[in-house]
């Protein structure tokens, strides 16, 4: 499992912990664009492993 996935799914539960347990509004924000900046990452590491799969020439090497 890619470590981008593991981050963002500790970024979502810290969002739920501070959603339940506080209140403070940059904690909200801040681990709401932790999760949603992993989303996008892992869109990116997917794209660039299929890249890589069917034999791009642009495609990074090593994703697999």
Do not use: E
Not at 11 to 38: E, P, R
């Amino acid at each position: 499992m890619p470590a981008i996935v593991v981050g963002t799914a500790l970024w979502l539960v810290a969002l739920a912990g501070v959603l339940v347990f506080g209140d403070d509004t940059i904690l909200v924000w801040t681990c709401l664009s932790g999760g949603l900046l992993g989303i996008i990452g892992y869109g990116i590491f997917k794209w660039q492993r299929s890249a890589a799969r069917r034999g791009s020439r642009t495609a990074q090497r090593g994703l697999d």
